[in-house]
């Protein structure tokens, strides 16, 4: 069974540019989760997906941060303009279930973003 | 403030030696999971706890729930190589999980 697919694996840009990250999950998997993840410290939701419907946004920056799951399958994470501290991994994970929560999450290799 | 706290951030030993990382809140888990990352890699399950007081082993490594639901311990025995990485564990709640900041490991041979 194929993981979860994430690209680019690396991107460097200068900031106030911006960039974008696509992620297919799991095959049949429901719920699609971004992540970004600062070196050394654990995951932190940006935003989850349940088919392609929002379920939770709340942490997300939306003057500068978007993510969309058109058809309810894969999905794409933008920022735009990208500010130094949005140096991090940026996490896809998907899981069979959503709401309520059961089972685990898999997870992506991540794109790493160094903004210059 | 931290809803899951971990202890200790960083740990680093020499191949064989047995060590303890901990998972802590002051509320009460329904569920925890407990996951390892390695370097470039997303995390991957290790295991779920779920009843008070149980215990779980996956070969090497012991993972407790404590009685009243409120931390969670792994112990790794006579600690290898590969099991270099960030240990986190995460709060099972009603929709998603709730992150620790995690345990970085690190053995040397």
């Known amino acids: 069974e194929a993981g979860v697919a994430q690209s680019p694996r690396y991107k460097i840009i200068e900031k106030r540019q911006s960039v974008a990250f696509w992620c297919n999950p799991i095959?049949?998997?429901?719920?699609l989760y971004w992540y970004q993840q600062i070196l050394g410290q654990g995951p932190k939701l940006l935003i989850q997906f349940q088919n392609n419907g929002v379920v939770d946004d709340s942490q997300l920056p939306k003057d500068r941060f978007s993510a969309e799951r058109l058809k309810g399958v894969d999905s794409t994470l933008k920022i735009q303009p990208a500010k130094l501290e949005d140096s991090a991994v940026y996490l896809c994970?998907?899981?069979?279930?959503?709401?309520?929560?059961?089972?685990?999450?898999?997870f992506g290799e991540g794109s790493r973003l160094t903004v210059l | 403030t931290q809803l899951l706290e971990q202890s200790p951030q960083f740990l680093s030993i020499q191949e064989g030696e047995n060590l303890t990382v901990y998972c802590n809140s002051s509320?009460?888990?329904?569920?925890l999971q407990w996951y390892r990352q390695e370097p470039g890699e997303g995390p991957v399950l290790l295991v779920t706890?779920?009843?008070g007081g149980e215990v779980k082993k996956l070969k090497r490594l012991t993972f407790q729930f404590g009685d009243a639901r409120k931390d969670s311990s792994l112990h790794i025995t006579a600690a290898q190589p590969g099991d270099t990485g960030l240990y986190l564990c995460a709060w099972v709640g009603y929709y998603q999980l709730i992150w620790g900041a995690g345990t970085k490991l690190i053995i040397k041979p």
């Open positions: 509320s009460v888990f329904s569920s």
């Open positions: 706890v779920v009843t």
């Open positions: 095959s049949g998997h429901a719920t």
């Open positions: 994970a998907s899981s069979l279930t959503g709401v309520p929560y059961t089972g685990e999450l898999f």
